[in-house]
């Protein structure tokens, strides 16, 4: 096998009732998302790299549905493990996930039905990390959404960090923080916990929050704080988005590594389709700099372009090609401070 | 109020893949459907009644948008309990239906995602069934589907159905049987013991198994044990249906009233478009009969006219007109057995 | 010019529901139609013959959508004349033509909403077809629809049989009695004075009434009684279709020439998509065998292969080419009956 | 019944290329709307009351589609009176709106196919008013679309106006000035002269024209003007927009009540998708803020907030929730003026 | 990779006007498809097996495009050789296959656009056949259509069976008679003489030319002179279709073996969809049931049946799932004579 | 015939996936386009003129759907010369082009398939030029890309250019660069060198390089240099385009004749929907300003306006009317320059 990135999450079934709103639509297109799956099929489809997801899905047609969008995404599907279904879905699921766009005062909306899923059942011993991280993988990419979808995938996270510390696999971790998922169960303080406990074997971390304008001192200060309290962290990085509506941000990213700061281009009123999945583009463009060992700096504008690139699509996933993302990148005017 | 029938039953999001299949879609065009319910919006839109139908939603896009399909088919909105939603689906949620329809030796298929649906948590004391009736509601339409959705739905009926006997509501039980429902809770024993429990309360019986062709006498000796058990019970009618390939039935009717039986028109090689809710369709036509007064084979006669009707539009609901069940059913050529 | 023929009638746009009904759609595809036109549509795109459309359209959007649809039909649009448009369509309006195309035993339904047309309006003095006539046209198809229209429809076409007669243009009539035109302005006994004036300059007339099944003998004392009450009539041909369904016809056509009399092949069965239009399809299968000087059962044949195939794609106008046509009416088994 | 506002105007069947055009389209999305009825459609779906529509369709396939949209709408169709069709519309007809939503420096454009309609022919005696505010209603609007639609429209609003003052029913009243409605009967002077007649029974007003960019004085004398003339005037609002292309507007509003004028938010290119209904969010989110007993200045800013949003859509109608109308309200910098 | 089944040919986009045609279309569906790639992309989702695909495309956006398709089919990528495209098709292009499937009279249609494509100018020396099959692959899946590409794709496939034969790879050829690839070429004969030269590497031959209806007796005869001149030919098998119209088909398969002949169940009037793909779907059912070892009668049902179920849906290849093969197969009424 | 304007030049299949890309596209909206082609299909749909083109196709299903589209465009089809398909694209083929618009920083990207096509096989012999414009054609617009299209186009538009010199047709030449024609067979220089053997015959000539922004001085004096070169050149005129992102150009124009230079209304941050075609629409727009004889400002207000508008609708043709470019062209704040 071999492959360059694992991820480890979820992969919904996306309903998209295009430019209409979910709550009057009669169609809807559908796309697979998830994520830490985002970034896995964009590793693959846009750069080049091979990659897998680890999940679980219920062997029912809207699994057979998301297996076929997962294979068109060219991620490997080998290491999905399918559940039966009991007719009904009162056991076991599959993650369903209506969004609407927005357009311009209306933004974006939608509602995840994701409750009881496979993923979400999936505990350490049910699958053996040490295995597949013996057969040579590079990468293992998961975060926060899995860590809120149950009181047990922490658990399985922190096997996975174990085994992937183990074998020598960078591991990165997206903290996106979901106020559904925490409802009731602890919200924010406990999501913070986990996360505080899981990015001790992390070594790539995405989405800290930041202030609005970004200010570089308080973000370096603040990555410098995460490293002392988290010992194997050698990267902070996350976007820096303003949206004046549904289709109009301010688009950039900034990053930390080893005392080091890169400003990605600051891109003004960009124009978007569809912001669902641009911080997992940011995320799988910087991930592609790392694996390629470009400079900092590189890697946040790999990220910034790929990520404006992904929302220029409908769709969670990226359909930008390597060729798109490295001339974006490259008529950047991004800025490193040292 | 004093609507003509109130039904009482689950009402999903249809997700329909139109003439390809749902595990290979891009694209799902969305209906409502229920057993119950489509009782209801049939004797609303095509049969000029007043209905209404007693369900719970969550209350999020999902529901929203299975409130705006129950708009569109004129069934009172009034009586459906939103329930409020966490956000992610663990503790509430809306019944889905991803069915396609099939193609000649590719028989339909369907997943249905209603576990832990907000229906299924209804319990007697959530719905005021005695101030309901008090309004003169004329006809209680329920079902097999209902009833299996969970351990407390049972009991919902059954308070709905004594509710009715007390204000004189005519009530009438469509038994279909999903294996789904009752695997690994008891399977048909299960369900028929519950059934059983709830004929008590019923006038009019739908769906009685038969044999494929029906024997008249075999039928009529079936509905008079049935009669005797339940000695409230006095109708019992079935469709016949043989199915050659997806888009080919025989298709006809039988029923039983007060020792009379009568066949409706045995329609060979009917063109069937998407079968979804053509029993629903003779139920509808068939209570349509009897709000009427009309005699039984006409009962019979409109059922299955309007049935063959149901089935040459897609999804699962009816989207005939009176005049057309007129003319189909007067064209028949059923026959009373007395 | 020097046009192969020029059709007399009204053009509508037809608006198609495609697989769903006009009072649920919510989408509709268009295409143009009008019994006349179809005619010279056909001639021209399967056939390979040259020729226009007379006719008035109002002067807004949806006129000149019909200009546009009629274009991709090939069919002169210059002998089309433009109503000035009053915002609001109080005086002149195109006419619109709701269509369904029915499936099994649901059948084909339509609303024409074309009232106070502009074709309605054209009177005599408005078409110099003298001057058109005098460009050397082959022929001139019209029919009992356009006589309906309007009081001062009639009097139009009597002034163009009598140009076409005096300038040797062979001139052909469709019956085509449409009920909802005569409601209410004496009916059936109306429209047949009406031909029976008309009939007076017509060479070919179609759509001439028969029994199901046709009795040959029977067809041609009939026809024999027309030749003898319209000395200038030279053919009497027509379909005979029997309908068991929405998507299944038999299928056949019967012709009378100088005392010979020839039956297409009987096509039992026939799968139909969408039967409007399949008359006009005949018609103009028939025109070409006459214009190309072939057999009367050959033009039988070609009418009828044309209007099968035309029947196998949605929209009034047939998509047909003439290798196909030629390909089915030389694999037929007509006969010749003198 | 008691309806919280009832709507007499049109309902027509709006056909929509998406961002195609009329004259090139191949199919059309269909809506319902019309400019009284769409407040009605809105005070039911985003704001929660009980409408009704004072209307006349034509019984064709047509008008029970309109119908079926208007029950997906929630509005009470049972005031709709039903015109027998004669099969194809020499005598009534359904209104028909062929709208494109135009882009960039190509405006919208639109022909309305209207002429001779049902409700062009509903005459006083036709809707029994003072049976119907009888039981209730609690507001009632309508305009200068319907008064412009025939000669006999104009006695059916007094009619329905002066029972409204006689059963308490607040009154309001679009100007809604459209050229086509009075081309060759009048023009903008006829106009104004109906409406003069009309304004008689009316307390709120909207659409006044005001001067781009508005000036506030000018406009509080203007309003005082009117209240002078119309004393039973208590309101008088409107939007201000300025179209810098057809997807990007200024817009905002301003209103006046018994001498306080309120300025809704100053919106600066708005993103808009469809323009078509934006007056008529802005009317009925004011209505809802007049209905809830709010301040004028949050009733302007509701009106405007709800227009907005309506823009961001397809179709005619409004598909805003009541949350979205909240938020985008009270995000704005409005002002008072005393 | 260890797959097992590589099928060698060429992959074209498949360009589908539904049920309209090619030359009115307004748009189109895309699929991708190819006699030899259908087949392993069948055996790959519906029956489980590892395949890949031997071909070569141009490296452009419609290359990509068909990657993405095949993706999505399962099958192995990585043996596509990808040429530089000069942008604009002067030396080398990709295949594209417009058809449409035809109704009723009316057959499918189509032009295939596939002149000097990448796959027709693969030679010997591009692929490593040796490496490939030392990795262990089961088998090798050729035909007719690739040996009709190009003067040098016969030697490519003459490379590939000799290097299969070496390392003992069971392969397979689909006689597959296209006359337009001879057009010009040689027609018929030369077809033939190509054929004759690559069988004598061919363990399983497809497509042998059968009687209508077939005789089993001389099929055995036919068979036994195939394998008395081709000395490693083990299995000869066939479909046997007779067409009434493009949607209905009596439906069979025979196939020898070693002295034994196995005979299909007959599927008389079986409803096709699209008929595109019906025979790969038997070879690919086929393949399955000698992969698993199968006796001949289970492999001709499994390839009979999975043929019929492929033909019931859009697209080349087939959306059927393994039950639905297995189910169909196992209610047939096939044959052995021995 | 006598039409106002032939062009010469290739008319491609458009395969359009609205806002998706090509590389992931499921289906495909299609258009014809070409851009010579597009000049006289504006010339007839929009302004009113009689147009026609002279181009080849390969009769094969694709051919005449490319016939269908040209038809509904207007433009004569008699013109056409139709080659023989082989079955299969080796000899000779149509031409395709896949492009996407593209969308905010995500430009527009395509592949034209356009190698080995009917009109790039047109020699001299093949067209009667000299009877055509015998027959009194008002001008013949023809360009770059067919130049660059083979080594015979050249030769068939000197011959074509010739023939006009002798009836005083007069010429149009739209420079159209487009490297990939080139790519391999010389590059720039090449295309240069055939551009100035052509301008030898051309009286007007579009798409000169300018500066960005323009200096009206520096382009007058290019255009004076260009006169001096090629006597018989009076107009030179180019647009002038800066494209912030796919959907945000400045757009404008600029044109000299005989030592005149008129600039046209700068548009600033123009809302492009589909870029392709502007230019064309240009040309079309300049044109027509001088068949009617307008000033030169007029000239480039009408093509600056109509490229505009153009670029407003999807696909490579306009679907603007007159009134339209009426309306914006005058509406505009050009200047001239003496």
Same mark, same amino acid.
């Given at each position: 096998?071999?492959?360059?990135?694992?991820?480890?999450?979820e992969?919904?079934?996306r309903?998209?009732?295009g430019?209409?709103r979910?709550?009057?639509a009669?169609?809807?297109?559908?796309w697979?998302?998830?994520?830490?799956?985002n970034?896995?099929?964009?590793?693959?489809?846009?750069?080049?790299l091979?990659?897998g997801?680890?999940t679980?899905?219920?062997?029912n047609?809207?699994?057979r549905l998301?297996e076929? *969008?997962?294979l @068109?995404?060219? =991620?490997?599907?080998?290491l999905? #493990?399918?559940l039966?279904?009991?007719?009904?879905?009162? !056991?076991v699921?599959n993650?369903?996930?209506f969004v609407e766009?927005?357009?311009?005062?209306r933004?974006?909306?939608?509602?995840?039905d994701?409750?009881n899923t496979a993923v979400?059942?999936?505990k350490?011993?049910?699958?053996?990390f040490?295995?597949?991280?013996a057969?040579?993988v590079?990468g293992?990419h998961?975060g926060?959404?899995?860590?809120g979808?149950s009181?047990?995938t922490?658990d399985?996270?922190?096997?996975?960090l174990?085994a992937?510390r183990e074998?020598?696999?960078?591991?990165?971790y997206?903290?996106n923080?979901r106020?559904?998922l925490?409802?009731?169960?602890?919200? *924010?303080?406990? @999501?913070?916990? =986990?996360?505080r406990?899981l990015? #001790?074997?992390?070594d790539?971390?995405?989405?800290v929050? !930041?202030?609005d304008p970004?200010?570089?001192?308080?973000?370096?200060?603040?990555a410098?704080r995460?490293a002392?309290e988290?010992?194997?962290?050698?990267?902070v990085?996350?976007?820096?988005?303003?949206a004046?509506?549904?289709?109009?941000h301010?688009?950039?990213?900034?990053?930390?590594r080893?005392?080091?700061?890169?400003?990605?281009?600051?891109r003004?009123r960009?124009a978007?389709?569809d912001?669902?999945g641009?911080?997992?583009?940011f995320?799988s463009?910087?991930l592609?700099g790392?694996?390629?060992?470009l400079?900092?700096?590189?890697?946040?504008?790999?990220?910034?372009?790929?990520?404006?690139? @992904?929302?220029t699509?409908?769709?969670?996933t990226s359909?930008a090609?390597?060729a798109e993302?490295r001339a974006?990148?490259?008529?950047g005017t991004?800025d490193?401070i040292r």
């Amino acid at each position: 096998m071999s492959l360059d990135l694992v991820a480890l999450g979820e992969v919904m079934l996306r309903l998209d009732p295009g430019d209409a709103r979910v709550r009057t639509a009669r169609s809807f297109a559908v796309w697979e998302g998830g994520g830490e799956y985002n970034v896995a099929r964009a590793l693959r489809r846009c750069f080049g790299l091979s990659t897998g997801i680890v999940t679980a899905l219920a062997d029912n047609e809207v699994g057979r549905l998301v297996e076929d *969008l997962i294979l @068109a995404g060219g =991620v490997d599907t080998s290491l999905i #493990r399918w559940l039966p279904y009991d007719g009904i879905g009162r !056991t076991v699921r599959n993650g369903l996930n209506f969004v609407e766009r927005g357009f311009g005062v209306r933004a974006p909306l939608g509602v995840s039905d994701r409750g009881n899923t496979a993923v979400a059942q999936l505990k350490p011993a049910d699958v053996d990390f040490g295995a597949l991280f013996a057969t040579g993988v590079g990468g293992l990419h998961t975060g926060g959404i899995l860590a809120g979808l149950s009181d047990t995938t922490p658990d399985l996270i922190e096997t996975a960090l174990y085994a992937a510390r183990e074998h020598g696999v960078r591991t990165s971790y997206d903290l996106n923080y979901r106020p559904s998922l925490w409802h009731g169960r602890g919200g *924010l303080t406990a @999501a913070q916990a =986990v996360n505080r406990r899981l990015l #001790r074997g992390v070594d790539v971390v995405f989405g800290v929050p !930041t202030a609005d304008p970004v200010d570089v001192d308080s973000f370096a200060a603040h990555a410098e704080r995460l490293a002392a309290e988290f010992p194997d962290l050698r990267v902070v990085a996350t976007t820096l988005r303003h949206a004046y509506s549904a289709n109009c941000h301010d688009w950039g990213a900034i990053a930390w590594r080893d005392g080091e700061v890169a400003v990605a281009t600051h891109r003004e009123r960009l124009a978007v389709l569809d912001r669902i999945g641009g911080g997992d583009g940011f995320a799988s463009g910087f991930l592609y700099g790392l694996h390629q060992g470009l400079d900092l700096l590189s890697c946040v504008e790999y990220g910034a372009a790929h990520g404006a690139l @992904a929302m220029t699509t409908p769709g969670d996933t990226s359909m930008a090609t390597l060729a798109e993302v490295r001339a974006l990148a490259e008529s950047g005017t991004g800025d490193v401070i040292r």
